[in-house]
Antibody, heavy 120, light 102 residues
């Protein structure tokens, strides 16, 4: 069974940092691109970042470039999102998601999400 | 690319058909997915490549379109189908269409 379990969310002050983790199981992690997608409470979905099989190629939505870093550890079946200089508008549920093969960036499995709240 | 969905809210009676629209700001071929999000749950992939149902998705869900205009059709709406539906092309999601009970 495919499972993705996020952790690391919480309450942080503006300008602070958090590191999100996503532990995966049930599939060959190193053969899939992975993404982080976020959803502000009561709002729509927003793609945040993705990473290729080996962690060599990463992409980010403009609003997080220079502040967030996506990474992975294939030996530990884990995906990460380092978030620095957090802003109130980063408040959201953060989901890790598996991309379907083929490069079209469809997401066939999602974690349950971890809530990040940026507030003083 | 900007994805625009319409309507924002669709009121449908159980057993009826729902038709949701998604427009891309430029041609995307058939690189489009549809997701369903039931309140309190994570999104679920319904359709990819505009018209291919994902594994385990009921046949009452169908997708069509290419280029800039796409449609998700839900035939004979069931109680579990009342949810928010998103279209997506690569890093761009539409704003969602809420399907509610009429």
């Amino acid at each position: 069974e495919v499972q993705l379990v996020e952790s690391g969310g919480g309450l942080v002050q503006p300008g602070g940092s958090l590191r999100l983790s996503c532990a995966v199981s049930g599939f060959n992690f190193q053969t899939y691109w992975m993404s982080w997608v976020r959803q502000a409470p009561g709002k729509g979905l927003e793609w945040v970042a993705n990473i290729d099989f080996h962690g060599d190629e990463m992409s980010y939505v403009d609003s997080v470039k220079g502040r967030f870093t996506i990474s992975r550890d294939n030996a530990k079946n884990s995906l990460f999102l380092q978030m620095n200089n957090l802003r109130a508008e980063d408040t959201a549920f953060y989901y890790c998601a598996r991309e379907t093969p083929g490069g079209a960036c469809y997401y066939d499995y999602w974690g349950q999400g971890t809530l990040v709240t940026v507030s003083s | 690319i900007v994805m625009t969905q319409s309507p924002a809210t669709l009121s449908v009676s159980p057993g009826e058909r729902a038709t949701l629209s998604c427009r891309a700001s430029q041609s995307i071929g058939t690189r489009l997915a549809w997701y369903q999000q039931i309140p309190g749950q994570v999104p679920r992939l319904l359709i990819f490549d505009a018209s291919i149902r994902a594994t385990g998705i009921a046949a009452r869900f169908s997708g069509s379109g290419s280029g800039t205009e796409f449609t998700l059709t839900i035939n004979s709406l069931q109680s579990e189908d009342f949810a928010v539906y998103y279209c997506q092309n690569y890093g761009a999601f539409g704003q969602g269409t809420r399907v509610e009970v009429k």
